[in-house]
């Protein structure tokens, strides 16, 4: 499958606040743990190796489950390949939570929920739909559930 | 070669091409997930200028484009930050050009079948990246803050009031919150303080669309362990102290400035959303939760309840809820609230879709440790989930019952693949 990778090598140049030296270690028999520079930019995960200012590769962090394996180290793994992990070691406790934490909410699709969870929580405090101003009201990715409309919560029609 | 030379030489060559978690991406383009967009349009080649019909999905920040509409597989995507979405001149009618930031950077020219779609799509690509999304999420995070502060001023009950802010959309909305606003809950006028930072966004808005570079800030700085407000910290520890069966817990309740009530926090992680910051005792998820569900429960017991019972259609809304799709679920239970299903479905961050038995607990604890486990949450924090919103309907007898059996449970005993029968309704 082909993709824009000069996009990518670009995407993972800018400036993040998680990034950090984690043992990372690939899904496949066999491989090692090894030294990567982890940096989360947007929905993806880039790794580089620590000397180099390209990287080596990048994860989408989208249909992916993040787990704890044990008190230090977190791994994730893909839907579609639930059995294959990557593994990464943190150097704490604190940080393997902070980058569990991190990636969770790195997706595209959390924050589409957070999206349409404040959007409905404002229509039903105002009444207002706050993103009417903004002209992005029936863009389907704002949607309630699956491109239907927002249905307006009024007390009565229950 | 010697190590040092290997990489020397990849790097002047670039031999080596970056990867990708390309199966995992391809699953992502074709998985049951809603696309934002689809449609056929034209793509110029990249090495030779023939424009080639191709399908194309939207979803999130990612453009894939497919040989055939049936395709089971990309040919290729398109990562859809830091660009800008434009219309060209070109011999091709209604075409269009992606462009990139970065230097030497393609240019990708598509052109659509007619006006309608090529507008359509400029638009859709144009608010595709996440940077886009992010910034929409913090402007409503902010309103809605505002809005609770005004209520919460009112002597209301300040309900999902985030004690951590993300101090970089303050900045970057460029408007102060103001407590200022006399507007009840009740009335439909929104603060007026908001209107400078509303046209601040729809300024930035308009620039955008993926070119925002400036905002080098990862999402929601994580807590850290030392937290807000609560002191809860392990589901194991999460008690029922100080609950009646009427579901409401006074001493809880009214906050004020203090962290709102989150789900309990789960294995390795806290909860953290932009509205539920870190954990917070179970009993004030209860109490916050509880006033929802009795009201919902008043509201059925007003309507024509189709001859179940309220407590039934209560419970059943919100396990279709949380399930994430009410379609799919009995039919009778069609009036499912999506103001609620969206609540739930944001707190357990699951959109999956199991029904659940429901004639017995057991049965109901296990069903949702299950598909929560499978829906990458931790299975204490979702059997919690379903212990409180049983409690909150049936009281405290039955938790404990449940409670009991949960325990002796692993996650080795669940099955791969399960879809349990709703029989609420039918029952």
């Given amino acids: 499958m082909r993709f824009n990778e000069k996009e990518l090598v670009c995407l993972s140049r800018q400036p993040s606040e998680m990034a950090a030296e984690l043992g990372m270690r690939g899904p496949k028999k066999g491989d090692v743990v090894k030294r990567r520079l982890v940096k989360l930019v947007v929905n993806f995960l880039f790794y580089f190796r620590t000397d180099e200012e390209e990287p080596v590769g990048a994860l989408l962090l989208e249909q992916c489950r993040v787990e704890r394996e044990d008190s230090q180290t977190f791994s994730i793994a893909f839907l579609d390949e639930a059995e294959r992990k990557y593994l990464f070691e943190c150097d704490s406790e604190e940080q393997c939570k902070e980058w569990i934490d991190s990636i969770i909410k790195a997706s595209y699709e959390f924050m589409r929920r957070n999206l349409i969870f404040y959007r409905t929580e404002i229509h039903r405090l105002t009444g207002k739909d706050p993103l009417e101003q903004y002209g992005i009201s029936d863009e389907t990715r704002f949607q309630v559930n699956s491109g239907s409309q927002l249905m307006a919560r009024e007390t009565s029609s229950l | ?302 309507s024509h309840s189709l001859g179940f019972s309220p407590e039934a259609l209560a419970v059943a809304n919100i396990l279709a809820a949380v399930t994430g799709d009410h379609r799919k679920s009995n039919s009778k239970v069609a009036n499912v609230d999506k103001y609620w299903l969206n609540r739930l479905t944001t707190v357990t961050g699951s959109n999956r879709l199991y029904a659940v038995h429901l004639d017995s607990c057991f049965t109901l604890a296990w069903t949702a440790a299950f598909f929560f486990y499978t829906a990458e949450m931790n299975i204490k924090f979702v059997a919690e989930s379903f212990l409180f919103l049983f409690f909150v309907v049936e009281g405290q007898s039955h938790v404990d019952t449940m409670r009991e059996k949960a325990r002796g449970f692993s996650t080795r005993t669940f099955p791969s693949e399960v879809h349990v029968v709703l029989l609420l309704l039918g029952a």
């Fill in chain 2, 1 to 302: 070669m010697g190590r040092k030379d290997v990489k020397s030489f990849n790097k002047l060559y670039r031999a080596e091409k970056m990867k990708l978690n390309e199966r995992s991406v391809a699953h992502y383009a074709t998985c049951d997930s809603p696309p934002d967009k689809t449609g056929f349009l034209f793509k110029k080649g990249e090495r030779n200028t023939a424009y080639h019909r191709r399908w194309f999905v939207l979803k999130g920040n990612m453009l894939f484009y497919f040989e055939e509409r049936d395709s089971r597989e990309p040919i290729g995507v398109i990562v859809l930050e830091g660009c800008t979405v434009e219309l060209c001149e070109s011999v091709e009618e209604f075409a269009f050009a992606v462009k990139f930031e970065c230097a030497k950077a393609r240019v990708y020219k598509l052109a659509a079948e007619n006006q309608a779609a090529m507008e359509s799509w400029v638009k859709a690509l144009s608010r595709a990246s996440f940077d886009y999304m992010r910034l929409v999420v913090k402007e409503l995070e902010r309103q809605l803050e505002e809005i609770q502060d005004a209520a919460g001023a009112g002597g209301q009950q300040a309900r999902l009031k985030p004690s951590r802010r993300n101090h970089v959309a303050r900045s970057r909305s460029g408007a102060s919150s103001s407590s200022s606003s006399s507007s009840s809950l009740s009335s439909s006028s929104s603060a007026p303080s908001m209107a400078a930072a509303q046209k601040s966004l729809q300024d930035e808005v308009q620039l955008i669309p993926g070119s925002s570079r400036e905002n080098g800030v990862a999402w929601s700085k994580p807590p850290s362990a030392s937290a807000n407000g609560s002191a809860e910290a392990a589901p194991s520890s999460v008690t029922w102290d100080g609950c009646t069966d009427s579901g409401m817990v006074s001493g809880c309740a009214g906050d004020g400035g203090r962290a709102p009530p989150v789900p309990p926090r789960r294995l390795g992680a806290s909860l953290e959303s932009p509205v539920f910051p870190d954990n917070a005792c179970f009993s004030k998820l209860h109490d916050w939760y509880g006033r929802e569900v009795e009201e919902l429960r008043a509201q059925w017991l007003q």
